[in-house]
């Protein structure tokens, strides 16, 4: 009995940081870190660093997202009683002050971990932990209309990026702030998709949120320029000089947006195998896939280079 006990317990905290969406900082920041290192000129052995740099910057952001994981599931056990009642705080497998103490566990490690990359890399830890806790304690971010959507993706979009690119090089740089701009649109358009399946249970709380307030229709629409917009003036960004020739690729990932657009419009509701939406996994999937080709391409260019 103690056993099985035992085992709720260590299941309740895995699900409490929930791993899929750690998949985000680790792969978004290891493509970032590569094509900084190419891009920079820096000379070493790549898969060398890959163990001793790029894999532990990787992992304190990792566990920075993990950390804020648990302290938004403490500060939403209400409205997960109602809408995500499978969760481990509303199934009693773990207790909001458990889940507060880990959350806390969590960026008092992240912050030591970030401490051994670079001065730079612990500052933007610092303030994407500013960003994630003023998300969820009280006042919190996440009731406020607007300003939730950028509360994600300040964070999650700017602040990553620069974080990743500080481990290599100079993150003040046009390339990083740009991309690392693109991805902060592109996260404030398509956060919206979270808040789908927590229509119901952010209003009866208190949240406001764009789908609650205007319907989801209505919300894809206020989405789709932000999804659609960052990768479409990449020519107009490459024409004035921001952006190299070889980044031209990266218009393509509109299409994504639309694709985004029209999975919300469809009154999308929960995935099968995910907890949320197809049109909040497909947001995810298209941030990966923008930071990956980005990486790729800045890496080739500079090898031909």
């Not at 920075?64 to 499978?86: H, T, V």
Request: net charge positive; charged share 10%.
């Amino acid at each position: 009995m103690r056993t099985t006990h035992f085992k709720k317990g260590v299941f309740g905290y895995i699900e409490l940081i929930r791993p899929f969406t750690l998949l985000a900082p680790i792969i978004v920041s290891m493509c970032i870190m590569i094509a900084s290192f190419f891009q920079s000129g820096k000379t070493g052995d790549i898969f060398n660093l890959l163990w001793i740099t790029i894999l532990p910057a990787s992992f304190t952001l990792a566990v920075l997202n993990a950390a804020s994981n648990s302290l938004n599931q403490a500060a939403d056990f209400k409205a997960d009683k109602i809408s995500k009642s499978y969760r481990p705080l509303p199934r009693g497998l773990v207790t909001i002050n458990q889940a507060k103490t880990l959350s806390v566990i969590l960026y008092f490690l992240a912050f030591y971990m970030s401490t051994t990359i670079n001065i730079m890399f612990t500052i933007f830890v610092i303030l994407i932990a500013v960003f994630t806790i003023t998300y969820s304690i009280t006042p919190r971010m996440k009731d406020f209309l607007f300003l939730n959507q950028i509360w994600v993706a300040i964070p999650r979009g700017m602040l990553g990026v620069l974080a990743s690119w500080s481990v290599f090089a100079n993150s003040l740089q046009p390339v990083p702030v740009t991309i690392g701009f693109l991805a902060m649109l592109f996260l404030i358009g398509g956060s919206i998709t979270k808040d789908i399946t927590d229509c119901y249970a952010d209003k009866k709380t208190g949240t406001n949120t764009l789908v609650n307030t205007f319907g989801i229709k209505k919300a894809a629409f206020i989405a789709l320029p932000f999804m659609f917009f960052p990768f479409s003036i990449v020519p107009i960004l490459i024409d004035i000089g921001i952006l190299g020739s070889y980044l031209w690729l990266l218009t393509f990932l509109a299409v994504p947006g639309y694709f985004i657009f029209y999975l919300m419009i469809r009154d999308d509701k929960k995935s099968r195998f995910l907890e949320n939406t197809s049109a909040w996994t497909f947001m995810y999937i298209t941030y990966f896939f923008f930071a990956f080709s980005f990486s790729v391409l800045t890496v080739l260019n500079s090898i031909i280079s």
